[in-house]
């Protein structure tokens, strides 16, 4: 079947064909995308970052549209001759990833259709100047870990725990669900967020590292991605993992 590039990040509109995940997710969660005809390009670990977030995607890259793709100059050359060999146009960006911040949240946007929310003082020059091509609108909140806070539902919906990421998204006009903190595993820290553990698959489904029941909102959550018309999918049947977004590429397109 043919495939196709995404053209809005992290709003697939068919089957997700090719995604990025972090190096280290578990058997059962590859098991589970490559049952759905999900192919996986595995992040390398990133020697500048600190280890629980060293595969993230959501903080060595940042999907622009269709085939372009900002990442870190400083992450590992076979990562992005893989990319290269999928046709990705890889632009590198300026800022070097060290494992303090705010150095290593400089790719970490959250992308809707038309809006990329995002600190725009610690976001990298080069991916600043790639948002402003597509004349986005730029919606500017203090946490710098944007993407690692926000689910993307739709093209203007989240699910977020962060307070300010919540009533920022309200003030512009983007549906927020706000959650409790915790209740995700993040390596050696506390707890993870709800963007890292979590990217849609197709339109309508929307993938999990993790089980939802695991969550003391879970109920809150379904209704909330019912009314969005978009099905939660558990790879893992565990409590759920912040490994860092998953990042959807290409799509399967019957045309």
């Known amino acids: 079947m043919k495939q196709r590039f995404i053209e809005f990040p992290n709003l697939p509109q068919g089957e997700v064909a090719l995604a990025v995940v972090d190096g280290r997710i578990n058997k059962e969660i590859e098991y589970n995308l490559n049952s759905m005809g999900i ?11 600190y280890d629980a977030i060293s595969y993230h995607p959501d903080v060595i890259m940042h999907h622009i549209n269709n085939q372009k793709i900002v990442v870190a100059p400083n992450v590992d050359e076979k990562f992005l001759y893989t990319l290269e060999n ?5 632009i590198l960006g300026k800022t070097q990833l060290e494992s303090k911040y705010p150095k ?13 929310i995002l600190n725009i003082k610690y976001t990298d020059e080069v991916l600043l100047e790639e948002l402003h091509k597509l004349n986005l609108e730029l919606i500017n909140v203090k946490q710098g870990y944007a993407k690692c806070s926000i689910c993307v539902v739709d093209e203007n919906s989240i699910i977020t725990s962060d307070n300010g990421i919540h009533n ?7 549906d927020s669900l706000l959650i409790k903190h915790g209740y995700i595993d993040l390596f050696e820290f506390n707890y993870g967020f709800i963007g890292g553990s979590s990217g849609l698959i197709s339109k309508n489904k929307i993938s999990f590292f993790g089980n939802l029941n695991t969550h003391p909102d879970y109920e809150v959550i379904k209704n909330f991605l019912n009314k969005k018309q978009k099905k939660p999918i558990n790879l893992y049947e565990g409590r759920i993992i912040d490994y860092g977004t998953l990042i959807p590429l290409k799509e399967y397109s019957i045309l």
């Open 39 to 49: 192919r996986l390009i595995k992040t390398l670990k990133n020697k500048y970052l």
């Open 86 to 90: 999928e046709g990705f146009e890889i």
């Open 168 to 174: 920022i998204a309200i003030n512009n006009s983007i």
């Open 104 to 116: 290593n949240v400089a790719y970490n946007v959250a992308r809707l259709k038309n809006k990329a």
